[in-house]
């Protein structure tokens, strides 16, 4: 029985250092440098994603009603500013396109992006938002250098522009994007407004975030002050004891 054990934890032991060693061989991912505390960072993200992905991706997780606490803002901010799919206040952010069209046009259903950034981290989305490039040898005219032959085509082109890919000596590998048409961002915005989506994408992931980090300042005071009581009260008890 013991020697089964040891021989399971090390069969353990081994597959999570395969593991880390597979990730550290694959590709440097540029940080997102999302602040889930940057609560107009929040905001310019959430404009974003109901203005560019709702149409395709769902936050079925996710609440208006609750966006709306969470990020500051009105029932009417909401409902005029992100609500284009007729939904109420309290239901849950859903997209109106038909599986059978989005089968149909894209190969498959387009994942539900509640818990994207906690599968994938945020560094990876924000690659990825920030790879896309023309590809005519593709159906849907793109490609992309995190996720190839992704089916997504690239929503954002009109900020970003179009990117081509420059390809290494052997011809098949991308060795990096140029920005061959600008869009109606600089670069320098382009890459702001991608971590502002993937800030809000990051808060939806794990709505209580917020709260947590927010009871977290107040619980670290409460140690603290109580603490500093037990040493009086320590210094108290002991001061007759030599």
């Known amino acids: 029985m013991t020697k089964r054990l040891i021989?399971?934890?090390?069969?353990?032991?081994?597959?999570?250092?395969?593991?880390?060693?597979?990730?550290?061989?694959?590709?440097?991912?540029?940080?997102?440098?999302?602040?889930?505390?940057?609560?107009?960072?929040?905001?310019?993200?959430?404009?974003?994603?109901?203005?560019?992905?709702?149409?395709?991706?769902?936050?079925?997780?996710?609440?208006?009603?609750?966006i709306a606490q969470d990020l500051n803002l009105s029932e009417k901010d909401v409902m005029q500013n992100l609500d284009f799919t007729g939904a109420k206040f309290d239901d849950p952010v859903i997209s109106h396109m038909?599986?059978?069209?989005?089968?149909?046009?894209?190969?498959?259903?387009?994942?539900?992006?509640?818990?994207?950034?906690?599968?994938?981290?945020?560094?990876?989305?924000?690659?990825?938002?920030?790879?896309?490039?023309?590809?005519?040898k593709s159906p849907i005219g793109w490609n992309n250098t995190i996720l190839p032959n992704a089916a997504m085509p690239f929503p954002l082109w009109e900020l970003q522009g179009e990117q081509t890919a420059v390809m290494g000596k052997d011809g098949h590998a991308v060795e990096k994007l140029e920005l061959s048409h600008p869009g109606t961002m600089?670069?320098?915005?382009?890459?702001?407004?991608?971590?502002?989506?993937?800030?809000f994408l990051d808060y939806v992931s794990e709505?209580?975030?917020?709260?947590?980090?927010?009871?977290?300042?107040?619980?670290?005071?409460?140690?603290?002050?109580?603490t500093f009581l037990a040493y009086l009260l320590k210094k108290e008890y002991w001061k007759d004891v030599h």
Not at 186 to 199: E, F, I, K, S, W
């Open 98 to 136: 038909p599986a059978e069209l989005a089968t149909k046009a894209f190969g498959k259903d387009p994942p539900d992006l509640s818990l994207e950034v906690s599968a994938k981290g945020a560094d990876w989305v924000y690659a990825y938002l920030n790879s896309f490039y023309l590809d005519p």
């Open 186 to 199: 600089t670069p320098a915005q382009y890459q702001q407004a991608t971590r502002d989506l993937v800030n």
């Open 207 to 226: 709505p209580a975030a917020l709260q947590r980090r927010h009871y977290g300042v107040w619980v670290i005071l409460f140690l603290a002050l109580f």
């Open 7 to 66: 021989s399971t934890l090390l069969l353990s032991l081994g597959l999570l250092l395969g593991s880390a060693s597979a990730w550290a061989e694959g590709p440097e991912l540029p940080a997102a440098g999302n602040n889930l505390r940057d609560q107009a960072s929040l905001q310019r993200g959430a404009h974003l994603f109901f203005n560019y992905c709702v149409g395709c991706h769902s936050l079925k997780y996710m609440r208006y009603s609750r």
